[in-house]
């Protein structure tokens, strides 16, 4: 419960520290989840494809004190890409599976493994989501990210606070970085 409420202020300081999607939602039931965020870009289709597929890309704004990654395979428009978390009480190892569509328009991410050291970090059975670009006006383009997950546990209290903190902070972090790579001559262009 301590490691719990002291990651709470972590990640509360780190949310913080970063721009804001522009809307937020979680819907749950039981142990199971679905969370959207919906934010803007005025990098290239292309462009922002890369930034979320690419590995180098991926270790500029997937940072925390407490994980580390790792490329495991990368092929045209598929990776796949280890989460290695080393947290006080426990070790927990994700992987993820990428993909962009041929059009550009939807960036897909599954778990494909999952395996942790201590239960007191809960068992995710299956996990993913996906950045659709729904509306491309005025160069700039609208991203709507949903990520979805089913843990072993009923969702609630502070452990839901965690996976939207989380899910939040990570977005965060990635607007973060964008915002360095978004320039006036860069702009969200129709296909």
């Given at each position: 419960?301590?490691l719990?409420?002291?990651?709470?202020?972590?990640?509360?300081?780190?949310?913080?520290?970063?721009?804001?999607?522009l809307?937020?939602?979680?819907?749950k039931?039981?142990?199971?989840f679905?969370?959207?965020?919906?934010f803007?870009?005025?990098?290239?289709r292309?462009k922002?494809?890369e930034?979320l597929?690419?590995?180098?890309?991926?270790?500029?704004?997937?940072?925390q004190p407490?994980?580390?990654?790792?490329?495991?395979?990368?092929?045209?428009?598929i990776?796949?890409?280890?989460?290695?978390?080393?947290?006080f009480v426990?070790?927990m190892?994700?992987a993820?599976e990428?993909?962009?569509?041929?059009?550009?328009n939807?960036f897909?991410?599954k778990?494909?493994?999952?395996?942790?050291t201590n239960?007191?970090?809960?068992?995710?059975?299956?996990s993913?989501?996906?950045?659709?670009?729904?509306?491309v006006?005025?160069?700039?383009?609208?991203?709507k990210?949903t990520?979805y997950?089913?843990m072993?546990?009923?969702?609630?209290?502070?452990?839901?606070?965690?996976?939207?903190?989380?899910s939040?902070?990570?977005?965060?972090?990635?607007?973060?970085?964008?915002?360095?790579?978004?320039t006036?001559t860069t702009?969200?262009?129709?296909?």
């Amino acid at each position: 419960m301590k490691l719990l409420i002291l990651s709470f202020f972590i990640l509360a300081g780190f949310l913080n520290a970063a721009p804001s999607p522009l809307t937020t939602t979680m819907a749950k039931k039981d142990s199971s989840f679905v969370l959207t965020a919906t934010f803007t870009t005025t990098l290239s289709r292309e462009k922002f494809m890369e930034v979320l597929f690419t590995y180098d890309h991926t270790t500029k704004y997937v940072k925390q004190p407490n994980l580390k990654i790792s490329l495991v395979e990368e092929k045209p428009r598929i990776n796949v890409i280890k989460y290695h978390y080393n947290y006080f009480v426990a070790k927990m190892d994700m992987a993820i599976e990428n993909k962009i569509s041929p059009d550009y328009n939807h960036f897909i991410f599954k778990q494909t493994g999952y395996s942790r050291t201590n239960k007191l970090i809960p068992l995710i059975l299956s996990s993913g989501g996906q950045y659709d670009i729904i509306n491309v006006e005025n160069g700039k383009a609208t991203v709507k990210y949903t990520q979805y997950g089913k843990m072993d546990q009923k969702i609630s209290g502070i452990f839901e606070k965690m996976i939207v903190m989380e899910s939040v902070g990570f977005i965060k972090s990635l607007l973060k970085y964008m915002a360095t790579l978004e320039t006036s001559t860069t702009v969200a262009t129709k296909n």
